[in-house]
T-cell receptor, first 110, second 119 residues
Framework: RKEVEQDPGPFNVPEGATVAFNCTYS??????FFWYRQDCRKEPKLLMS???SGNEDGRFTAQLNRASQYISLLIRDSKLSDSATYLC???????????FGSGTKLNVKP | SQTIHQWPATLVQPVGSPLSLECTVE??????LYWYRQAAGRGLQLLFY??????ISSEVPQNLSASRPQDRQFILSSKKLLLSDSGFYLC??????????????????FGSGTRLTVV
């Protein structure tokens, strides 16, 4: 079983829509969680951390469900510029070593 | 501020040729350093990580090796490339944290990557 799994998508949504992605992790000892954004042929860039209580950064909301072992990313009022692949990353306090999902592709259409 | 440099950006190499990719970090000391590979349409696979000079841990057995000759320098090498070595190679760094309470708080910062095509 993969350490981290994501629906590859693509999610095709119109501008202004709300879209949510989930990411499941297999190891209950996982401690830290992040969402990254990766544009085509570019390196991943840190989007936001995911805290136990959930956290929000503008139009983006991240949540953690430890009981069901998944994290989620909600994007409100989607913009064309949100089109990218979103990767989740999970860490187990082992030399700050992260395992990444394969990413979920988002296409925001005009 | 901290920056991470990775080169070259693009590389086309014949099967059986050697490989050397270099990554350097500026503006920090004693970072954790990582090499990842992303095959076309696939996720990020951790290849090697290092917590200090000369300290290399390999995640998966393969045709590659890594070295850390200096604190802020991380090198990925191969003696003979295979077709399956093609991919997008990413170097990353994160602060080395000593306390359990801060472990894993920091995400990675990635270099801009090297797109390797083995022909």
């Amino acid at each position: 079983r993969k350490e981290v799994e994501q629906d590859p998508g693509p999610f095709n949504v119109p501008e202004g829509a709300t879209v949510a992605f989930n990411c499941t992790y297999s190891n209950s000892a996982s401690q830290s969680f992040f969402w990254y954004r990766q544009d085509c042929r570019k390196e991943p860039k840190l989007l936001m951390s995911v805290y136990s209580s959930g956290n929000e950064d503008g139009r983006f909301t991240a949540q953690l469900n430890r009981a069901s072992q998944y994290i989620s990313l909600l994007i409100r009022d989607s913009k064309l510029s949100d089109s990218a692949t979103y990767l989740c990353a999970v860490n187990r306090y082992n030399f700050n070593k992260f395992y990444f999902g394969s990413g979920t592709k988002l296409n925001v259409k005009p | 501020s901290q920056t991470i440099h990775q080169w070259p950006a693009t590389l086309v190499q014949p099967v059986g040729s050697p490989l050397s990719l270099e990554c350097t970090v500026e503006g920090t000391s004693n970072p954790n350093l990582y090499w990842y590979r992303q095959a076309a349409g696939r996720g990020l696979q951790l290849l090697f990580y290092s917590v200090g000079i000369g300290q290399i841990s390999s995640e998966v057995p393969q045709n590659l090796s890594a070295s850390r000759p200096q604190d802020r320098q991380f090198i990925l090498s191969s003696k003979k490339l295979l077709l399956s070595d093609s991919g997008f190679y990413l170097c990353a760094w994160s602060p080395l944290t000593g306390g359990r309470t801060t472990y894993g708080v920091y995400g990675y910062t990635f270099g801009s990557g090297t797109r390797l095509t083995v022909v």
